[in-house]
């Protein structure tokens, strides 16, 4: 991934654990999604790391320490885990993301949305890069009324939405709802079994076949559009 540096418009993602651990490059930054489960040295060069709760599948404060000790990056996390990660994390690069908070990383930028799932304080992640490509990261989020407005606001590009186990109540139906009410143009299936995911795309393709499904493998790079 160190080595392709997406054009302008482009992204390119590497889902990287059986979870939500996906690791996003725009032209100019390299964002890095809930890192558990990985070896922190995968990443030679990373701005950002978003976390978006503190359940053992999404935090792992040991790789984020090593993570940020090697390439001092900012680290934006959801309340729960950032108080979990001060004294790991330089406190000038420790924010904490509450819903509706937005960030800027030089051109690019991070919001926190909602997110439904039995943790204490999570967040989901819209990300837009610097030129204008929008990735919403749901965790392992259900949907909720709220994500709506998302699709209302501007439609993302890319959404990466939970299909399965582990996460609670999780499934390919609950996945084709995220899209249903955000409207992507590309839905990614991830935090489940390859199987659920074909699932997911069978629905997908009857109740929005407009939007293009691309069921990922762990460990491959991919790029959009």
């Known amino acids: ?41 995968t990443f030679k060069t990373v701005d950002t790391i978003l976390i978006t709760h ?41 924010w904490e993301a509450r819903v509706g ?6 051109n690019v930028l991070v919001r926190a949305e909602g997110f439904r799932h039995p943790a204490a304080t999570p967040v989901s992640f819209l990300i837009t890069t610097e030129d204008g490509v929008k990735i919403y990261h749901t965790g392992d989020s259900l949907p909720f009324p709220e994500m709506k407005r998302i699709g209302e606001r501007a439609p993302p590009d890319i959404v990466f939405c939970t299909v399965g186990a582990p996460a609670p109540g999780a499934s390919p139906r609950t996945g084709v709802d995220i899209v249903k009410m ?41 790029t959009y559009p």
């Not at 908070?101 to 030089?106: A, R, T, V």
Request: glycine share 4%; hydrophobic share 40%.
């Open 182 to 222: 955000v409207q992507p143009k590309v839905a990614v299936p991830y935090h489940a079994p390859a199987t659920e995911a074909i699932r997911f795309s069978e629905i997908l393709s009857r109740e929005a076949p407009r939007v293009r499904c691309m069921i990922i493998e762990q460990g491959k790079l991919y």
């Open 101 to 106: 908070l937005e960030f800027k990383i030089d």
């Open 54 to 94: 503190d359940h053992h599948d999404h935090l792992d404060e040991s790789i984020v320490r090593d993570i940020h000790k090697r390439t001092k990056c900012l680290v934006i996390a959801d309340i729960t885990s950032a108080r979990r990660l001060r004294g790991v994390v330089a406190s000038d690069k420790l």
């Open 1 to 41: 991934m160190e080595s392709l540096i997406p054009k302008k418009g482009e992204v390119a993602f590497l889902w990287f654990n059986p979870y939500s651990g996906v690791a996003i490059k725009t032209p100019s930054k390299t964002l890095v999604v809930d890192p558990v489960d990985v070896d922190s040295k």
